[in-house]
C-alpha cells in the first residue's frame, strides 16, 4: 500500500474498508482462515471477478494473507493479517449500531 494516506483517520479506514464485500469479507475471515469457494459462499453474491479483486486489493493493503499450496487443483487459503484482525472493534461497533437502528426501524412501521 502506497504511503499516500488521507490527513483524516476516518477517511483512512473508509479507504480501507468502504466497499460493502471487504466488510463482510474481514467478518467472514474473522472467523479463521477460509478458502476462496468457502467466501464466496459465505459472502453472498458476489462474483467470483469481484471477490478476487477485493481480495487482491486487501492483501495490498497488509489486511489479509494469501497461502498458495502447489496441489492440483491449486489450494488457496485467506487469513487476515494482525492488522486486518485489528479491525474487529470496528465491526463489532458496527454491528451493534446496525443492530439497534433495526430495533428502532422496526417498531415504527
Known amino acids: 500500500m502506497g504511503k499516500?494516506?488521507?490527513?483524516?483517520?476516518?477517511?483512512?479506514?473508509?479507504?480501507?474498508?468502504?466497499d460493502r464485500w471487504k466488510v463482510l469479507i474481514i467478518r467472514d475471515l474473522m472467523e479463521g482462515t477460509k478458502r476462496f469457494g468457502e467466501l464466496k459462499k459465505s459472502v453472498g453474491n458476489i462474483s467470483q471477478k469481484v471477490l478476487t479483486a477485493n481480495l487482491r486489493s486487501m492483501e495490498d493493503s497488509?489486511?489479509?494473507?494469501?497461502?498458495?499450496?502447489?496441489e492440483v487443483?491449486?489450494?488457496?487459503?485467506?487469513?487476515l493479517t494482525e492488522t486486518g484482525a485489528s479491525l474487529k472493534p470496528v465491526l463489532d461497533a458496527m454491528s451493534s449500531w446496525g443492530t439497534e437502528y433495526?430495533?428502532?426501524?422496526?417498531?415504527?412501521?
Open 62 to 70: 497488509g489486511l489479509l494473507t494469501r497461502k498458495i499450496y502447489a
Open 4 to 18: 499516500n494516506l488521507p490527513a483524516c483517520p476516518v477517511e483512512t479506514t473508509l479507504m480501507l474498508i468502504s
Open 102 to 109: 433495526k430495533k428502532k426501524n422496526s417498531q415504527q412501521v
Open 73 to 79: 487443483p491449486p489450494r488457496v487459503e485467506y487469513t
